[in-house]
């Protein structure tokens, strides 16, 4: 009783030595101190993003206003080269990747979240699709030519460039597949089970529809990744110099897949390495497009997202 009391009279004798406003003023200039941190570092963000548009949009300006670059197939005279077989290729590989990974990574990750666990084996599966996303790109260039291009004898095709980033956006889409379906309160799945419904009927009424908006983000922001890869598309043997077209796809679907290909990244480092300057120009002018697209894309993602976020609250 006596310690109790002791211990009660040291802690009152502590609390008034304690200097409460010199506390609240440390707090705040640290506050202060975090939000100006903060504000600078998305400035510098901001500002190398801004710069690196302006710059390739003053260097290739001259080709980027010229109908010819978007119509022209790639030439040894560089007023007269453009990016036609380029953007073509690039268009018609994303759309397998995209396809790929809509096909494989949608379902793993909803499997793995709603069907898979939660144990040792199921933690340990989650850790390695984690850890897929940090493997360099050329490692999956590598295993797409041992697989695709030599086992199965897919050759440089369209079709191997697609699964090639197709499985280079898995463990981005899956991941993402997950986080969307564990963000839906646990409410939602309990109502829907007391009203009768079954786990797939709660899945594909519920969990799906109001997680499509956070899956869809993910799935645009791992093709934003992959638009701009080279390395996988150049182990794979990608050509840098292309002078014709696939097939239509609705004219002939098989040789469409079949037909070598080449991408905007792909098209621009041939003409980086080329000593003349008017190349290093066409280059810049690919370099702003290809960015055009990306941000087109992510602002999909943005309007995709919103929509949903309108249409479901919680």
Known sequence: MEQGIEVRGELETRLKEFDIEGYTKGVKKRDKLFEILGLIATFLVLLFLFAIAVDLLIDGWVRIKDPNFYTSFPSRFPDQAG????????????????????????????????????????????ANISNLAAVPSIVYGLLALGIFVYRFE?????????????????????????????????????AAYALGATRWETLFHHILPYSIGGILTGLIIAASRAIGETAPLITIGALTFIAFLPPAPWEDFIGMLKSPF????????????????AFHTNAAAAGFILLVIALLMNSIAFYLRFKVRRKYQW
């Open 262 to 277: 080449t991408v905007l990244p792909i098209q621009m480092f041939n003409w980086v390495s080329r000593p003349q300057a």
């Open 154 to 190: 897919f050759g440089e095709s369209i079709l191997t460039a697609g699964l090639t980033l197709g499985l280079l956006m898995l463990p981005v889409v899956v991941v993402s597949t997950r986080e969307s379906i564990r963000r839906i309160p646990r409410s939602i799945r309990e």
């Open 83 to 126: 990016i036609l077989s380029a953007w073509v290729g690039t268009v018609l590989v994303m759309a397998g990747a995209i396809f790929w990974a809509v096909l494989i990574g949608i379902p793993a990750g909803i499997y793995l979240e709603e069907y898979g666990g939660k144990g040792k084996i199921a933690r340990i599966i989650e």
